[in-house]
């Protein structure tokens, strides 16, 4: 996993074992997530939506770099998912067992040995390899900046297909916004979809 995180397979890097220590550090984490006081935690409750676009977003992630033999990123993004899970306090089996298939060419030692604690009898690399499921990979809101009279004032997270109306009600409610309708009127509310909102007062 270490020689893998060093950089890309085909060029020269320099080799210090210090960097050990940051691929262990993620190792251990990624074991706690299974984990609640020394025992085996596992929750057979049904994933969220922001849960499941963790694993999937990772899995399109690292099968595409297995492609390009970039395995350095893949290291990364293990990395950011489990940070991801670990801040969701997630211990769901839906997400962690397919994130162990994805683990285990990497880190085959620590995932079998996780595998059989997960219930199976037989060894992860009988085990499918997860695919990815783009619906989970679609972005359902988008962050707009949120500019009055051009210059931008704050942000807001919106549903992309809102309709006008609806996204102008919210962002005139918003409690930053109120600073700057302060005695003034809107004369102008413009949308670019996915881009900008900005408000036009006078």
């Not at 057979?44 to 395995?71: A, C, G, M, W």
């Not at 499921?133 to 988008?142: G, I, M, P, Q």
């Not at 704050?154 to 409610?173: R, S, T």
Request: proline content about 5%.
């Amino acid at each position: 996993l270490y020689e893998m995180f060093l950089g890309p397979i085909e060029q020269h890097k320099p080799w210090n074992t210090n960097g050990i220590d940051g691929v262990h550090k993620f190792l251990k984490k990624f074991w706690r997530l299974f984990f609640n006081d020394e025992k085996l935690s596992l929750s057979e409750e049904q994933p969220n939506n922001e849960e499941y676009k963790i694993l999937h977003k990772t899995i399109k992630k690292v099968r595409n770099d297995i492609e390009d033999f970039s395995f350095n990123t893949s290291v990364s993004a293990f990395m950011i998912a489990v940070n991801e899970l670990q801040t969701m306090k997630c211990n769901k089996r839906q997400i962690l067992e397919p994130l162990t298939i994805l683990l285990s060419p990497f880190a085959p030692h620590i995932t079998e040995e996780l595998w059989h604690l997960l219930g199976h009898d037989s060894s992860i690399y009988n085990a499918v390899y997860p695919d990815y499921d783009e619906s989970y990979l679609v972005e359902n809101t988008f962050e707009y900046p949120v500019s009055f009279n051009g210059k931008m004032r704050f942000k807001i997270d919106l549903p992309v297909d809102m309709p006008q109306a609806e996204m102008e009600q919210e962002v005139l409610k918003h409690e930053k916004a109120q600073k700057w309708l302060e005695g003034k009127s809107v004369r102008k509310f413009i949308v670019v979809p996915k881009r900008i909102i900005n408000v036009v007062v006078g």
